[in-house]
């Protein structure tokens, strides 16, 4: 991929890391509002559901990262909008391509973030699961894949870029925790008579920030120089030139870190194959 092309990509993946904790706080609003109107309590599912999708917020606007560092002593320091992981990646993105990165909200991406909320904010705790799940599961092969990527196109140090250093890399990094946490959750709330659906919901769940990836590299194929390393069979990930087999494999590694059944496993297997 060549540095005009990462230049078109950047904006837009900027736009969705800005957008995805507001869209994950906010998603909650109708599901308080629909128990008041009811006058009743919030259901086990959702309250669950929500304790994670708040700790999401709570990390993408760097709070997770500050104070296991700093203690306690680290939470006046919440407010630094720099820790923002949304602006640890435009800090890395604009040292890269050598100018200041803003914002795109094109058409594709404004779409596809309505989509996201549409999905995190269902009444249905299922399909609001399936759909926190199904983002959190792409954003993480996606951050990796769009690592290797600005390496190889800019021979970039991968620990030199913060915004991935802190997720994947360090003696103890984030990811690992992030997937126990979304296996135990899945373990309290998916019983084994609804596997199905919520493989369903699951598969267009992740499908929505694929198919986002998709037509954010037909622009850049269109808007580039035309050369395009990436395939689109199986799965794609904004920037990792790797093969169909690979990715499959990547993505049934993903899927066995959650530690989720093997039925779940080989039919989603089957699906991203």
């Known amino acids: 991929m060549s540095e005009d092309q990462v230049a ?3 904006p837009e ?11 994950q706080a906010e998603s909650q609003r109708d599901l308080i509002f629909d128990a008041m109107h009811h006058n009743r309590d919030r259901a ?8 994670v999708a708040n700790f999401n917020c709570w990390d993408e606007r760097g709070g997770y990262r500050r104070v ?16 923002l992981h949304s602006n640890l990646f435009r800090k890395n993105a604009s040292r890269l391509l050598g100018r200041a990165v803003r ?5 594709t991406t404004k779409r596809y973030l309505y989509s996201l909320y549409a999905g995190l904010s269902s009444k249905d705790p299922l399909v609001g699961c399936a759909y926190m799940v199904g983002f959190e599961l792409h954003a993480a092969d996606m951050i990796q894949s769009r690592r290797t990527t600005l390496v190889k196109t800019f021979e970039a140090r991968s620990d030199d870029l913060e915004n991935f250093r802190s997720h994947v890399r360090g003696e103890d ?6 997937r126990e946490m979304t296996s135990r959750l899945l373990g309290e709330l998916v019983p084994a008579d609804l596997n199905g659906r919520f493989l369903n ?10 198919l986002w990836c998709r037509d954010l590299l037909r622009i850049v194929s269109r808007e580039g120089d035309g050369h395009s390393e990436i395939e689109h069979h199986g799965r794609c990930h904004c920037g990792s030139a790797s093969s169909a087999s690979e990715r499959h494999e990547s993505f049934c590694s993903s899927m066995q870190l959650l530690n989720l059944p ?12």
Do not use: C
């Open 68 to 83: 296991p560092q700093g203690g306690k002593a680290a939470l006046p320091d919440i407010p630094v909008i720099e820790n």
């Open 173 to 178: 990094p984030a990811e690992k925790y992030h």
């Open 103 to 107: 914002t795109n909200y094109s058409a």
């Open 201 to 210: 919901e699951f598969d267009r769940a992740y499908r929505l920030s694929l």
């Open 262 to 273: 093997n039925v779940w496993i080989s039919a989603l297997a089957r699906t991203w194959r």
């Open 13 to 23: 993946y900027l736009a969705m890391s800005q957008a995805f904790s507001y869209l």
């Open 44 to 51: 086990r599912d959702i309250e669950l559901t929500s304790m």
């Open 8 to 10: 078109i990509l950047m």
